[in-house]
């Protein structure tokens, strides 16, 4: 009768020893999953999502991607910042503020302005700048002298809409009649100013790439390094042809409209003597 109780302790210390050790071996699978909404279809910038554009999908606890919501209700009503594609976790950072209103405004960051350029001056891209794309923004003018340079005035800019759209079609690029760019005030000052002297162009850029141009702008002659062709800023005496403000002006004619003779000096012949206020000659 002992041995039998003995051996029943045995088996049960040996139940729960093996227990715990499958609790540490392979942890609760439960436990280290977690359900987070996710797009069940396209979410557009710029709109309000409902309910039934989200799901809830289960995901690794360890890799639950920063800003993620577990419950449907906290992400319904608010205002899309960004596209969220199809089964793409949807975060803090894709939605705008509580409060916001659909539309464009919604789609700009803090702190930023969102200013548009026409057809005439979105050129270089050739219908491949979308929304979600970067560029950079050159200018093409002629400086006081009137020779042509180009430069790089603003850098990885954002495009928020082509035209009136804010959604991105990688499939069909198309030339577009304006697009919309995302900048701080400042930018868009400069940007204002450089379209007002020059042509603007637009440059696709790589949207991981965060590095500077660093590039020094172009003129003439670095079109034709190795070649003979030189050209030179025209001397001091031509320059004024190129600046009509730098010329003199004609002297203003003085306040009794009378106009002023310069008399060619008096050569005198003889011996003058001079009697108070009258002049006399003789002949010598």
Same mark, same amino acid.
Request: aromatic content about 6%; overall charge negative; cysteine-free.
């Given at each position: 009768m002992r041995s039998s109780a003995l051996i029943i302790a045995?088996?049960? /210390?040996?139940?729960?020893? *093996?227990?715990?050790?499958? #609790?540490? /071996?392979?942890? %609760? =699978?439960?436990?280290? #999953? @977690?359900?987070?909404?996710?797009? !069940?279809?396209? /979410?557009?910038?710029? =709109?309000?999502?409902? &309910? !039934?554009?989200?799901?809830?999908?289960?995901?690794?606890?360890?890799?639950?991607?920063?800003? *993620?919501?577990? @419950? /449907?209700?906290?992400? =319904?009503?608010?205002?899309?910042?960004?596209?969220?594609? &199809?089964?793409?976790?949807?975060? %803090? =950072?894709?939605?705008?503020q509580v409060s916001a209103m659909a539309g464009m405004t919604a789609m700009i960051a803090e702190g930023k302005r969102a200013i548009s350029i026409g057809a005439d001056e979105v050129i270089g891209v050739a219908g491949f700048a979308m929304p979600g794309s970067y560029v950079d923004v050159l200018v093409s003018a002629k400086d006081s002298a009137g020779f042509p340079f180009s430069k790089v005035v603003l850098e990885r800019i954002k495009i928020l809409a082509v035209e009136q759209e804010t959604k991105s079609k990688p499939d069909a690029p198309k030339v577009v009649n304006a697009v919309t760019l995302e900048m701080t005030p400042t930018e868009a000052e400069r940007l204002d100013l450089a379209r007002s002297v020059g042509t603007l162009s637009l440059v696709l850029r790589n949207e991981f790439d965060r590095s500077p141009a660093?590039?020094?702008?172009?003129?003439?002659? %670095?079109l034709f390094i190795g070649s003979s062709i030189v050209f030179t800023v025209p001397p001091a005496a031509s320059g004024a042809a190129l600046n009509p403000q730098a010329q003199p002006q004609p002297t203003a004619a003085p306040a009794s409209g009378r106009a002023t003779r310069r008399q060619a000096p008096r050569v005198v012949q003889g011996v003058e003597e001079i009697r108070g206020t009258g002049r006399m000659e003789t002949a010598q």
């Open positions: 045995a088996l049960l /210390i040996g139940l729960v020893a *093996a227990f715990l050790v499958f #609790r540490v /071996i392979i942890p %609760d =699978t439960e436990a280290a #999953r @977690k359900r987070i909404v996710v797009a !069940s279809g396209e /979410i557009l910038a710029g =709109t309000a999502i409902k &309910a !039934s554009e989200l799901s809830t999908v289960e995901w690794a606890a360890e890799e639950m991607p920063k800003g *993620a919501f577990e @419950k /449907i209700e906290l992400v =319904t009503g608010r205002i899309a910042r960004t596209n969220v594609y &199809a089964g793409e976790p949807v975060l %803090d =950072t894709h939605l705008a660093k590039a020094p702008g172009a003129r003439l002659n %670095d």
